[in-house]
Every structure is written in C-alpha cells, then in structure tokens.
C-alpha cells in the first residue's frame, strides 16, 4: 500500500482526559500501564498510542464496546476533541497542528459527520437542516437549497423538504442527518453510531442504503459502531478497539478466520461466521484427487473415495466415483451437475449444495479452475470453531 | 469609650460602612455630574417617545390594535382577552395612567433587554463571569428598594428616569438568568454537531444557540415585565407618575377608592402584559412550520388575497 492510498493516517495518537495530561503522558511513555495511571494520578485514557490508516474509497469500521474510545477517536479526526500527543494526516496534510481557520475549512469542506442522536436543529426545516452546512461555509441560499434538495433526493427524502425533524420518524430523521452530511460533498464521512439508534428493521434499510450510496460516489466512510453484524455488513475494513487501544485491524474474514486475541473472539461468538466466510476461505486442494485428462484413463491412488477430472486448462470435468469404478482405468466421469460453487460464494450458500451431494463439492474460481474442494466434515469443523 | 472586651468586641472594633457609603456618595454627586447627567438622557429620549405615542393614540384605537396583536400572536381568545382587560382599564377611568405605566414598564424592560440578554450571553460563555454576577444578581433582586431609592435621588434627583433605573435594578436578574440558562441548556448534540459543520463561535450563538434559547429567553423576558410592573408603584415614591401615583396617593390621603383603583388598574395590566408575553414565548415553542403570517388577522388577510395555504396544515391557530 502506498501513502497515496491513504486518506488517514493516524500516528502514536494518545488522548487523556483530565486536568494533567502532561503527568499522565510522561507516565505512559515511561511504560506504566493505563490502570497505574488512573490509580495514581485519576487521568481517564481514552485512546492509547493507536496507529492506523483508513484507504481511500473504504468503508473502515471502528468497532468497540461502550468506553473502548471509539466515539473518541471519530471526534480526534475533525478536532472535535483535541488528542494529548500524536498527529493526524489527511491527505497527507498534518491536521492535528491547524490553526483554527484551517480546522474550521477541513470541518466544512473535508468532513461530513453523521451523529447518533442525529442533532438536528428543532427550528429549522428539512431544507434548512440540510443545507446547515453550506450556509455556515456562506454559500448563496439559491445554490445550498439546491444542493440540499440534491442530497435529500440521495438519501430518498425528496418532497420532504418542508417537513420539521419532529414531524419525521426515526429513520427519516437520520436520513437528513446523512442528507446534511452529504450535502457538503465531503471527501469523508464520519459516522458515529449513525444507525444505532434506529429499529432494526430501518437499521438494515439504511445500511443498505450506506453501501449503495458508497458504490456510487466511492467516499470514504469511517464508521463506528458496537454492533458486529453492522460492522461486518459494511465494513471493508474493521478496526477492534478495546480500553483505548486499537487491538486489531483487517477484514471481516480475517479477524474471523484469525482473531488477535480472546477480545475479538468474543465478538465474533454467536455470530454466524458462514455469512462472511467464504467457499474459498475453507476449501483445500488434494493433488493426489485431482487428475488431467489427457486421452488416457486416469490414475488415482486406492482408497480414495472420489476423484476430479480436469481438463488441460485446469477446467472441472467431472467427478469420478473411485469407489465403485475402481483406482484406475476408467475415463467413465459424472459430470458436476450443481450450481457453480466459486471462491468468493458466501460458506451459507455452500451448505444446502454440500448437503445434497455425495462428494466434497468442488470450488472453482471465476474462470471455471478447479481450486479446490469442500467436504461435508471441513464445513462442520469450521461452523463449530466459531 | 468603653475598654475592649473579648466578650463584645463590636463595641469597639466596628466598620463605619453607612459613613463610608454617604461619602462616596457625596463625591459621586460633586465629581460626576456629567456622567450621570449623560445616562439619563437615552432613557429619557425612550420614554418620552414611548409614552408620547401610547398618549396619543385614542383609547378605542388602542384597543382595537391590541385586540389585533393579541389575535395575530395566541388567536381570538387571546385577543378576546386583550379587549376585556383594556375595555375595562377605561371604564374604570384610568386610561391615561396605564397608558403612562405601560410607558415606564416597556422602556424598563426595553433596556433590561438590551443590557440582560447580551449579559445572559456572556454569562453562559465564562463560568467565571456568571460566578462573579449570580451574587450581584442576588443582591439586585433580595436589596430593599427603599435602600437604592435615596442615592438614585441624590445622584438622579426625582421623577421617571431615576423611577426607571431602579426598576431595571430590580427587574434585570431574571433576564440574565434565564438568557443564561437558556443557552446553557441547549443540547450538547446540537452544539457538537454545529462544531462538526465548521461554525464559528458567532454563527454557532445566532443560529444554533439564541434560536433554541428563545422560550427560556421570553420566559425571562415576562418576569422581567412582571417584575417592572410591581416596581413601578414603589418608584411612585420618587414621584414616578402613572398607575403606581394613583395608589401612592389614595394610601397618603387614605382615599380607599383611589387606592383600589389604581390597583385595580395595574392588575389589569398586568393580565393584559402577562398573556401577551407568555404567547409570545409559547409561539417560538409551537410548530415552526407554522409561519406567522399563516395566522390571526395577516393570514386572514393574506387568505383573503388568495395567499397559498402551507402544506400539511390541519386547522387554523
């Protein structure tokens, strides 16, 4: 990955609250642990020393339990809360130093925030709430209208515009908090909890609604949230935080398939792991099972029970049932009826198609090679694990 | 002289505050002059204006206008309200005092807003500020007036302008308070997310801030009005002329007659000023979608013309 990639980067970010940060920074940095510090000195931490950088066009996920600092750290990105030590790049542009000119410009232009208890202005309207932005940036009411109503189109508020926030339900009201978010056309948008004070059946439509308007405009989002089937849904990337510290960072699959430590396997508990595992994520190739077919009758090891038949391009054939064929000779192959089962097809789909068929199921990859195979004991030991 | 005694030391050992009070007095009076002559002046200017215009207006006028405002702000009952309480003010024969008092009372509480509310703003920005004043506030609205009366005479002499500055003594604390409470309390939400947006501190107090104060802010704005109502009579005492003269009078002479109708007067007043000004806060907490000129006699009016009714309106206010 290249700087250029990067949109964030934040570097050795600390934030401690309380009336003497210096005394607890310096206890920090000469390794006392974040219990000492509060015992001695009564200094709360809220992010510890975190690290990281969120890619351009991601949907980066920071997922934490209530006081792991994750609303701190969303706020340490536009300043809302000042960090005790370390610095913030957005674009490459230190923003942790800006003078308060410059902060108020980054605010306006570069950041939209979405918030949890949606804080929309009571005496405003619908149009006024989303054009809130561009009025304080000092844009003519004829084109921040415009660009409101463009927004609320977006977010499928249109004909609202007239409307009060206390006339609108939950769900249309976080709709004009995203539309007055989008309406500035931020390079980043910063969610805070954005969803969960919503019912869960408008929780789903509107992270539905986050992914679409995400394939479209390609914005960076970085979203928090405490909610890891949200998390998972969204999230390119997920950052786990735990008591300030970021613990891990990486994609669903890999903070499923490899959690850094018990605090991220308990998130993951409960959580059905073959909704973002996939195919290509547990099937495993046996050479031995797999042979070409090049005019001559295939040779497989006894004591095999099936065998794949490839052509020369790696291409699936079929399968032979060893068997009852016997090890070698045969050219007789049945071929592989079922729905393709790809790499990248989600483990729940793969378990009706496994269920239904007397050998391991075959994965291919897009082009139709054969990469692998999935078996009806791999797929059980790999449900129970999580 | 008696001798020092631990018992009682306070024969001897005493702060001679009352000696020490008349002298700065007297070298106020002697020295500056000038100064106190330059602030009676804007006060004067606004209520010979204000009492001016309220005396020449004919008293069915008056009504028929009031009766209008009250419709135009709370609808017909209010207004129903506003023609009563005012019919009644000239049938008992005390116009033109009300219309004096009235005077007094809205020049007091015009300059109880122009120097609470942006004090109330202060206040809620600097804790250290609001720490120094809520005593001072105290002691404004808990001090006797008959202890301020005296050296308001001798720094004023008599008559309505030092009448209105004691009651902007007595009438300012509940405005700053209140102003002060009304932006204190405004969510933190909404303050964040104004931050997040990039306002300034300015945009963040004229458009986030004084507009979700506004409720609390007329309610400071009634007592204050209330307040300079009952002051008013007291000040009658340094010969402020009005409702409050008419009181001061009947009790002198021990004219009954006089006294309750003075008193009479100044309670129908007081409901008159109460229900205008407490619609006038509740009209900022009801429906904004609701426009002012979609209401009372400019909506009917404007109905009249053909104005477009708003979307999604159920009934008339």
């Not at chain 1, 310096?26 to 990281?52: C, N, P, R, Y």
């Not at chain 1, 003519?140 to 209208?145: A, F, I, L």
């Not at chain 1, 970021?246 to 669903?252: N, W």
Request: hydrophobic share 45%; proline share 5%; aromatic share 6%.
């Amino acid at each position: 990955m290249t700087s250029a990639d990067e949109i964030i980067s934040v570097k050795n970010v600390f934030k401690i609250f309380g009336a003497q940060p210096e005394t607890a920074m310096k206890m920090l940095t000469a390794g006392a642990s974040k219990k000492e510090v509060f015992e001695k000195t009564g200094q709360v931490i809220g992010v510890f020393d975190a690290s990281f950088a969120v890619k351009r066009g991601e949907i980066f996920v920071i997922m934490g339990l209530s006081g792991s600092g994750k609303s701190t750290m969303v706020r340490l990105f536009n300043r809302l809360i000042e960090p005790t030590s370390g610095s913030i790049y957005l674009n490459g542009r230190e923003i942790t130093g800006l003078a308060d000119k410059a902060l108020l410009d980054v605010r306006r232009k570069e950041m939209g925030m979405v918030f949890q208890s949606f804080a929309l202005m009571p005496h405003m309207s619908v149009l006024e709430n989303t054009a809130f932005g561009l009025e304080i940036s000092g844009i003519s009411e004829k084109e921040r209208h415009s660009r409101a109503r463009e927004a609320l189109a977006q977010v499928g508020l249109a004909g609202q515009e007239h409307s009060y926030p206390h006339q609108l339900s939950g769900g249309m009201q976080q709709r004009v908090g995203l539309a007055r978010a989008l309406a500035n056309d931020p390079t980043i948008l910063l969610m805070d909890e954005a969803f969960s004070a919503l019912d869960p059946l408008i929780r789903s439509e509107m992270q539905g609604e986050l992914i679409r308007l995400q394939a479209e405009q390609k914005r960076t989002i970085i979203f928090i949230s405490h909610d890891i089937e949200e998390a998972v849904r969204i999230g390119h990337r997920i950052a786990i935080m735990e008591g300030g510290q970021v613990v891990q960072i990486g994609t669903p699959q890999e903070l499923i398939s490899q959690p850094a430590n018990d605090y991220v396997r308990t998130f993951f508990k409960g959580f059905d792991s073959s909704r973002i595992l996939k195919a290509g994520d547990v099937a495993r190739l046996d050479p031995e099972s797999v042979r070409k077919l090049n005019g001559q009758a295939p040779q497989f090891k006894a004591g095999l029970p099936f065998g794949y038949l490839i052509d020369e391009g790696g291409q699936l054939l079929g399968v032979v049932d060893i068997d009852t064929s016997g090890a070698g000779g045969s050219t007789h192959y049945t071929q592989h009826q079922q729905h393709p089962v790809f790499t990248d097809t989600p483990l729940h789909e793969v378990l009706e198609i496994a269920a239904n068929l007397p050998y391991p199921v075959p994965v291919l990859d897009r082009s139709g090679a054969l990469t692998g195979t999935l078996s009806k004991s791999q797929l059980l030991q790999t449900l129970s694990r999580h | 002289m008696s001798e020092f005694s631990f018992l009682d030391p306070f024969q001897v050992v005493t702060i001679p505050l009352g000696d020490w009070v008349e002298s700065t007095l007297n070298f106020l009076v002697h020295n500056f002059r000038d100064v106190f002559r330059a602030i009676r002046w804007p006060i004067d200017q606004v209520l010979n204006g204000v009492e001016y215009t309220l005396q020449s207006i004919p008293p069915s006028i008056g009504i028929i206008l009031s009766s209008l405002l009250g419709w135009q702000l709370a609808g017909k009952r209010m207004a129903l309200l506003c023609f009563v309480t005012l019919t009644l003010l000239g049938l008992i024969g005390v116009w033109s005092e009300s219309m004096t008092t009235l005077a007094l009372v809205l020049t007091s509480v015009f300059f109880c807003a122009l120097l609470g509310i942006p004090l109330g703003i202060l206040c809620a920005r600097s804790d250290n500020l609001e720490r120094i004043l809520r005593p001072v506030l105290d002691a404004m609205q808990t001090l006797p007036a008959f202890v301020y009366l005296v050296p308001v005479v001798m720094l004023f002499g008599i008559g309505n302008v030092p009448g209105i500055l004691v009651t902007i003594v007595f009438a300012l604390p509940p405005l700053v308070r209140l102003t002060n409470l009304g932006i204190r309390q405004v969510p933190e939400d909404k303050i964040e997310a104004a931050r997040a947006f990039g306002c300034t501190p300015r945009q963040m107090l004229t458009r986030v801030q004084l507009p979700l104060a506004t409720p609390t802010i007329m309610a400071g704005l009634n007592q204050t009005l209330m307040l300079s109502l009952s002051m008013v009579v007291i000040a009658s005492m340094i010969s402020v002329g009005g409702l409050g003269q008419m009181v001061l009078r009947g009790i002198g002479r021990l004219d009954m007659g006089l006294a309750t109708v003075g008193g009479t007067g100044l309670v129908l007043l007081a409901i008159f000023l109460d229900r205008l000004t407490q619609a006038m806060g509740a009209r900022t907490g009801a429906d904004p979608s609701l426009r002012w000129y979609h209401t009372g006699p400019v909506g009917f009016v404007l109905r009249l013309f053909g104005a477009k009714q708003p979307v999604g309106r159920s009934k008339t206010a």
